[in-house]
């Protein structure tokens, strides 16, 4: 479970937003759920992937994001000469940050 320290750090400040979108952009894709989100095959191309921040929530316990996350899908084809294609994907996934120890639960909303 990743910790989104610099986050939950920033929470409460005009930082917040650039934080959170860092630290998904920079985090190791695996541990993303994006082959859920995939439409054709479930692999996961090797660009970086692109974060939007769409809406902020504060509970008790947890600060829960929902994030536009963009990526490049890995397509296998026909065997075509130009073979595997990359298709850009996007989903939405919530984040859920607890506020004492930032572990944060990643849940793919759409």
Not at 66 to 85: A, Y
Request: with cysteine; net charge negative; charged share 25%.
């Amino acid at each position: 479970m990743p910790a989104f320290v610099d986050s939950l750090r920033s929470y409460g400040t005009e930082d917040f937003q650039k934080a959170l979108k860092h630290e998904i952009e920079t985090m190791d894709r695996r541990e993303l759920p994006l082959e859920r989100a995939t439409v054709q095959g479930g692999i996961i191309g090797e660009q970086g992937i692109t974060a939007t921040v769409i809406s902020v929530n504060d509970n008790s316990h947890s600060i829960e994001a929902e994030v536009g996350v963009f990526f490049t899908e890995v397509i296998g084809g026909c065997s075509c000469g130009d073979d595997p294609l990359e298709q850009n994907v996007g989903c939405t996934l919530r984040f859920v940050i607890d506020k004492n120890t930032a572990n944060t639960i990643i849940e793919v909303i759409s």
